[in-house]
């Protein structure tokens, strides 16, 4: 029984728990103290530890702990502590409870041995990130967060019925999936709607920014790699990913260079960065998958300090918008700094964290003689470091004086966090040998330390560099919103729910007239509690919801 | 900003990229070639100022042809 009590989900889902009922300082403590103590479980969990469970006519494979589960737990239980520091401020009992039900939900995906327990905290993860949309508390959050469930069931959906079927031929361990069944293709389309893969990535761009600036710290870092880790663990070598993570890493950077808002932009980074991992699974060799779950480890972290940053620049001016921004390195010349820890991780300069581990994945490419796809790779290497290296912290830091000025300072607290996770950015890309690379799962031998890898990159960021010069006036922010495919749903759907009943007659019209009411009741509701009740109010119905939805769940699955 | 550091900076950069491709002629080839241009030195700078100035040029098009319309916030 040792091994239950020392699974690393346990300190999130008591903690998580308790946060509704205490008061501020506990809630504080709680939200440092539960990913502390995750950390020292899962280091205290004997190599290859697995945790098995007879109920319910299923056998529950609980906890896994095996080299790859590691690598990303270590990461997302890291982050959260740092995530918690960072939002030291946010003291809401909702943000802060939910905020430790992703954490514990990503930890358990990743710990999770069999498709059912696999499935399971999937789900939480869905749970708790649309109520930390939600908590961005405006009508564009409330909005996105609809648009996110839809999306995100009909995913569950066709993910629950991929397993269903397994189980149905008596697959329950989640191992190597066969390829070419339907079971299969409908778990992968599952997956990679979680990972954000084109055309089904529009959720992302859309809800992420919509958050508070706190949510939007968390929800950058788990349910995407959550999705990668499973891919790597269920789909390694199949072809198809290869080609989808090229397109997906070309998608998310060309949207970056015309995106005007910080957060929106470092959402479609998100997209592009983890293309670069899907690449990787795709490719299928011992280095590939090493280097998706390198690159999953520092993503985390430099993704996550990128989003710190925005949201230091966000807090601190009222401002989120490169059009809006500008002239701020003097006062905010600490998260000037930070940010640019971050740029330089994910553009994988020399001693920072993308070096060591996204050139895993272009080498292996290359080594593979996959030309257009190293070829390709690079590109997105420039067009990562033109748009957060240069461009976002250009406009927001220099370039023109648009009136942008402090009216708060950073807290703090919101600098220890960025801190840690800049350290952690720092140290992977000095010491990689001694941090980093001993984590990774699969047996293979990589040195990013060549002069030739050295003065590649740096060829790559000076030439880009003399580009964006050049061309700097046309990247200009400007007061512009970028189509992309939620486009070809945002109509059709409000037309369904709110325009149908026009084509349908009388009888239609009155289940629009119900729909909008039901919308903009839910809308109400949520506002009042938010404003006028006490705050618990609000945790305590949205646990007594989730805890009714999971019960649901597991009783329906295991019967 | 004046036009005599604009110049200066353009300059600093052309020279830094010439200096890196030097380098790489000269001390650093490419380790393990695996494609025709891996033996080309500078190839890598060639991608970053061909494709920074391609992805910024297109995108300016696209987004002032259909991709971009005035923001709903404003």
Known sequence: MSSLFLHPVLPFAVAALIVPWVGVPVRRALSLVAPALALASLVALPDGAVYTLDALGHDWVLLRADGLATVFATAFILYALMAGAYAWHDTGRGPKAM???LAGAGTGVVLAGDLLTLFFFWEWLTIASLFLIWFGNTQKSWDAGFRYLIFHLAGAIVMLTGVLMLLGEGVTVFEVLPTGTTASWLILAGMVTNAAVPPLHAWLSDAYPEASIFGTVFLSAFTTKSAVYA?????????LLMWAGVIMALFGVFYAVMENNIRRLLSYHIISQVGYMVTGIGLGTALSLNGTSAHAFSHIFY???LMMSAGAVIHATGR??????GHLAKPLKWTLVLMMIGAFSISGAPLFSGFVSKSMIVSAAAYGERAPVELLLLVV??????SVALKMPWFTFAGEDRGATVLRPVPTSMYVGMGMAAFVCF???VIPGATLYRLLPFDAVYDPFTGHHFVEVLQIMTGTALGFWLLRAYLVGKAKTTLDTDYLYRRPLGWLIFGAGDALGAAGQRVAVVNRWALDSGWRVFQFYRTRREPSTLAFQATVVVATLAVIAFLVLGL | MSDRLRNRVTLALV????VLVLVEAVLFPYDHPVFPWHHMPGYSAAIGLVFAILIVLLSKTLGAWFLQRPDVDE
């Open chain 1, 427 to 429: 140290i992977t890309g």
């Open chain 1, 303 to 305: 993704k996550g300090l």
């Open chain 1, 381 to 386: 290497s420039m067009g990562t470091f033109l």
């Open chain 1, 231 to 239: 891919l790597v663990r269920g789909f390694p070598g199949l072809e």
């Open chain 1, 99 to 101: 905020s430790l039900v």
């Open chain 2, 15 to 18: 020279a830094l990229l010439v």
């Open chain 1, 320 to 325: 989120g918008k490169l059009s809006d921004l």
